[in-house]
């Protein structure tokens, strides 16, 4: 089974007579994400893009470029495992002579999964927003439908 990062999709996936299951939709709708077979997501491949509407999109990844999650950070008052951003990562350059308490000026912490990848990451685009949240999940264990739901205000 594969799992999609998609909006809007309801519509589109039964018209076009996709087999799969919506497991998660964000309380803002604005994400939602999909199971399917890869027969299902092939087929889903094959689509025309002249059928989508406009709020219609979908993406899918086998993961990122970011590596292995490496830090704990609790995001929504839960805590994951994740990436440190780049700016984290020159700012514990700069300060690596510092005891490791003192390195850095903010907790690895944000209110959201949104926030995470976009203020910590830089990620605010579909394609980079699900390879990196397919990768999250794969390396905690837990489902992009998990993701969303514990992670995702």
């Known amino acids: 089974m594969k799992e999609i990062l998609a909006g809007n999709m309801?519509?589109?996936?039964?018209?076009?007579?996709?087999?799969?299951?919506?497991?998660?939709?964000?309380?803002?709708g604005k994400?939602?994400?999909?199971?399917?077979?890869?027969?299902?997501?092939e087929k889903l491949c094959q689509t025309n893009d002249d059928d989508y509407k406009d709020s219609?999109?979908?993406?899918?990844?086998?993961?990122?470029?970011?590596?292995?999650?490496?830090?704990?950070?609790?995001?929504?008052?839960?805590y994951i495992r994740a990436w440190d951003g780049e700016s984290r990562i020159e700012m514990e350059e700069e300060n690596k002579t510092l005891p490791m308490d003192d390195r850095f000026t903010t907790a690895r912490e944000y209110g959201s999964l949104q926030e995470y990848l976009c203020e910590e990451i830089g990620a605010s685009q579909p394609r980079n927003v699900c390879a990196l949240c397919v990768d999250l999940a794969n390396q905690n264990g837990i489902s992009m439908a998990k993701l969303f739901k514990k992670f995702y205000k």
Do not use: C, M
């Open 56 to 78: 219609d999109w979908w993406r899918s990844a086998e993961g990122s470029n970011q590596g292995n999650v490496h830090r704990r950070f609790k995001i929504n008052n839960h």
């Open 31 to 41: 994400y939602q994400v999909w199971e399917l077979e890869d027969s299902e997501l």
């Open 10 to 28: 309801d519509n589109f996936i039964k018209q076009n007579g996709i087999n799969s299951v919506k497991t998660h939709e964000t309380k803002d």
